[in-house]
């Protein structure tokens, strides 16, 4: 070590422990002040999710006219990090520090990551737009570094999100994690909310120089937000992680994790649910205006309704599962909603029917945040003490694969069926554009079903009334 | 966490290993903060080439 490190060693073990991001004991249960300040980290993973799927989707299109194929690549990249959710997870449950932390620093590698690809990606964004190589330099350069941007963003998110709910699972005690569920759902929703105002309000007059502004200030705010959310948040336990003890390897800790009652079935439902209820995602808005008719204004107030629905699920579901209901049957219940609700969308085609339109939409959203916060909180519910990271982990990358994948079909269909009908494939009846919407609508409700089949041995048996 | 632990240094009470671990952390973060900085540097000069 050198003489400026051991320096530098010397003044941290001389400050006070004001300075340092330790919390002092782990508390029973957690005030509210703690847990919001928690769930920032949410409203982070948020607003990068909305920058890279929504905002940077439009302007790479749009305003610099990156052709849409390689745009899709980039979006997707993030998705690479999805399936490494569970590793990142067991790796934290298993963290060998002297500090005795075991969250913190994969939340601070994460957010670093997270930041460095916000830091880099409007000037690669920049470079590779047209005309935006000046120098004339090799542009492979400017397509690596929009990869590496995007997917350095998406690898620290997932580990931010993916450890963060560890940690929150930690903290708190079985009986509140409904509460905390509910929470972290409805700060993911404001934080995505929250950003789409903002970032469309700066960018309605868009120049370059804005651009980076507004990327490399979501980037300041990713770091300030997680240094709130983490500060003085996880108890150091130093025998828990001390070095040198035995843990077992990823496929022993995995193979254990499967191996609990019911696993594997909850993971499947989770993907199948997740799916069911994300096809739909970037169709609906296409199809207000394109079979319905509605403006742009409409069918902004489409995203309004559909979020207004998710938070109420989220609300209902966290009271009812704070009181001690089953997340299954809660699950269940928010598929069931979604059969109903993807129903009068279709039907809202033939008889011309906006209205039916936005009642399906709320519904839709109303049953997907049932669903989401009953899976969650019964995978919280589940997960074994020394498995929690893995246990959010595994649901994190079948829940946003599952997602990604659903999105991903659910244009891919529609375009192939909308192609077809139009050359009269499948008769006059179905010549209209609403054929492919109406047949993605068609695959989710079968979904749902398949949800709720794969959900029915999950649900608790409601004790028998003893009759005299 | 013994308050008459030798090993521990006042008022932070971290041992060597710990504060260790914490400059550990802040090396890491040092080295990624400057590979970010390096790429951003190397794309901002091709989109905006300075002193041409």
Redo the contacts between chains.
């Keep these: ?1 050198n003489r400026l ?1 051991k320096k ?3 003044t ?6 004001r300075f ?1 991001p330790f919390a002092d004991v782990a508390t029973a249960d957690l005030p509210l002040s703690r847990l919001l300040r928690l769930s920032l980290f949410q409203v982070s993973v948020g607003m990068a999710s909305v920058l890279l799927v929504g905002t940077l989707n439009r302007v790479m299109i749009v305003e610099l006219r990156v052709p849409a194929s390689l745009v899709a690549v980039m979006i997707s990249l993030p998705l690479l990090a999805a399936p490494f959710r569970a590793m990142i997870g067991f790796k934290s449950d298993t963290h060998s ?3 005795g932390w075991r969250r913190v ?1 994969y939340i ?1 590698k994460g957010t ?2 997270q ?2 690809g916000l ?2 990606m409007p ?2 964004l ?2 590779v737009s047209e005309g ?4 004339g ?1 090799p542009i492979w ?2 397509w690596l ?1 929009a990869g ?1 941007a995007f997917l350095l963003t998406g690898a620290g998110l997932h580990t931010v999100q993916t450890v963060g709910l560890a940690l929150a699972t930690d903290l708190v005690s079985e009986e509140s994690q409904p509460r905390v569920v509910g929470l972290m759902y409805v700060m993911l929703l404001v934080g995505m909310i929250a950003s789409a105002i903002i970032f469309g309000a700066l960018l309605q007059n868009f120049t ?1 120089g804005r651009l980076i502004q507004v990327v490399q200030g979501s980037a300041v705010m990713t770091i300030a937000l997680n240094i709130l959310a983490i500060w003085k948040q996880e108890a150091r336990d130093p025998v828990k992680t001390r070095e040198g003890r035995e843990e077992p390897s990823f496929k022993e800790s995995w193979d254990s994790f499967i191996e609990g009652a019911g696993a594997i079935r909850r993971l499947i439902a989770v993907g199948i649910g997740t799916m069911a209820f994300s096809m739909q995602d970037v169709l609906l808005e296409p199809y207000g205006g394109q079979v319905l008719g509605l403006s742009v204004a409409s069918t902004t107030r489409l995203t309004a309704t559909l979020s207004l629905g998710g938070l109420l699920g989220f609300l209902l579901a966290s009271r009812v599962l704070g009181r001690g209901g089953d997340p299954f049957r809660m699950s269940s219940f928010g598929a069931l909603v979604g059969i109903p609700a993807f129903s009068i969308v279709i039907l809202a085609a033939p008889l011309q029917a906006p209205v039916l339109f936005f009642c399906g939409t709320f519904l839709i959203g109303f049953g997907a945040g049932l669903l989401s916060h009953g899976t969650l909180t019964a995978t919280m519910n589940h997960a074994p003490e020394k498995q929690r990271g893995l246990a959010l982990g595994a649901w994190g990358a079948v829940q946003a694969s599952a997602a990604g994948l659903a999105v991903a079909l659910g244009g891919i269909i529609r375009d192939i069926v909308n192609g077809m009908s139009a050359r009269d494939v499948f008769g006059r009846s179905f010549s209209g554009p609403a054929t492919g919407y109406s047949l993605v609508y068609s695959v989710e409700i079968v979904l749902l079903i398949i949800t709720l089949w794969s959900m029915i041995p999950l649900i608790r048996r409601l004790p028998q009334r003893v009759t005299a | 966490m013994a308050d008459n632990d030798p090993n521990r ?1 006042w ?13 550990d ?3 890491q ?1 040092t080295r ?2 400057g ?3 390096v ?2 540097h ?8 300075w002193l041409h």
């Design positions: 070590m490190s530098l060693v010397s941290w073990a001389e400050q006070g422990p340092l520090s002297a500090l620093p601070w670093m990551l930041f460095g830091a880099i000037f690669a920049l470079v935006g190589n000046r120098l330099g350069i400017g570094g590496l370059d | 240094v008022p932070s009470g971290l041992t060597t290993r710990e504060a260790e671990e914490l400059h952390g802040l090396k973060g990624i903060f590979a970010i900085a790429i951003a190397i794309l901002a000069f091709m989109n905006t080439p």
